[in-house]
């Protein structure tokens, strides 16, 4: 089963909540990125020790609004029982692929906010939802592909609908 003919069996209204909150993550993200890196404790040159407020707010709500609009969907996809370990070979790749990048940045989003406290306590607190609201878009993808893989795994697709599979003999 490729990613298209996954897609389609979503209901219209999961596409724009998918579509529309990753937009939203991207949208905060690139808004919050520049405030985040452009962040100098006091006692550096320039540095103010804050970063400008009106910047990093849409920022938060953006970033973490968008990854919620996007986990929520992702989750109510699957009506089945998702196993992660036990299924793994049989989800498409493309949800695998999102369920390990996910990890992979919530593991790197943990270790640099470890590692930007170093230079300032305040720091982590400015780039926590630079990787939190891309993590939780990338878990609701995930969830939203291997939920419905579980799906037609368990009742079979027939013509792009969702349709009971019968058992022979």
């Known amino acids: 089963m490729t990613l298209g003919s996954l897609w389609q069996l979503f209901a219209r209204g999961t596409q724009a909540w998918l579509v529309a909150g990753t937009v939203s993550v991207l949208a905060g ?6 405030p985040a890196i452009g962040f100098q404790p ?3 040159p320039g540095g ?3 970063a400008p407020l009106e910047l990093l707010l849409p920022s938060l709500f953006l970033s973490l609004g968008g990854g919620y609009a ?3 969907p992702g989750i109510r996809v699957g009506r089945g029982k998702v196993r992660i370990v036990r299924d793994w070979k049989l989800y498409p790749v493309s949800g695998r692929l ?3 990048l996910a ?5 790197i989003g943990l270790v640099v906010c470890i590692l930007a406290a170093a230079t300032h306590p305040a720091a982590p607190g400015l780039m926590v939802w630079l990787f939190m609201g891309p993590y939780l878009a990338l878990t609701g993808w ?4 291997l939920g419905m893989a579980t799906n037609v795994r368990l009742i079979g697709a027939v013509d792009g609908h969702l349709a009971p599979v019968t058992q022979a003999g």
């Open 70 to 72: 996007v986990l929520f």
């Open 29 to 34: 993200v690139a808004i919050g990125l520049a």
């Open 48 to 50: 103010g020790g804050e």
């Open 142 to 145: 995930a969830a939203a592909l």
């Open 103 to 107: 990890q992979a940045t919530a593991v």
């Open 42 to 44: 006091q006692g550096f």
């Open 98 to 100: 999102l369920w390990i």
